[in-house]
């Protein structure tokens, strides 16, 4: 079992700035993937950034130049450096990690409010 633990959500101005954290509880240099997604009221869950299997990392368009995926493989933390927020940004923003042979885990979710 791997815990993933979510911080820096919060309630923000359009135009500002948030910096989310993921902390595992397992290394993550064997994970597969490690990515953040959303998802807002009425959506499915979307994928926003994510380190891929061969070592990039890939956004969805809506946030390509203004979000950042990083990661702190000695802390086992990946991080979303967000910025120029807009109001259609709000949603819950889940951690997601995929190790070989294992399941995909959650974390439980952080709260980012734009407000316009």
């Known amino acids: 079992q791997v815990q993933l633990v979510e911080s820096g959500g919060g309630l923000v101005q359009a135009g500002g700035s948030l910096r989310l954290s993921c902390a595992a509880s397992?290394?993550?240099?064997?994970?597969?993937?490690m990515g953040w997604y959303r998802q807002a009221p009425g959506n499915e869950r979307e994928l926003v950034a994510m380190?891929?299997?061969?070592?990039?990392?890939t956004y969805v368009d809506s946030v390509e130049g203004r979000f950042t995926i990083s990661r702190d493989d000695a802390k086992n933390t990946v991080f979303l450096q967000m910025n120029s927020l807009k109001p259609e940004d709000t949603a819950v923003y889940y951690c997601?990690?995929?190790?070989?042979?294992?399941?995909?885990?959650w974390g439980q979710g952080t709260q980012v409010t734009v407000s316009s």
């Open positions: 997601n990690a995929k190790f070989p042979y294992e399941y995909d885990y």
């Open positions: 397992r290394s993550i240099r064997i994970a597969s993937t």
């Open positions: 380190f891929t299997t061969a070592g990039t990392t």
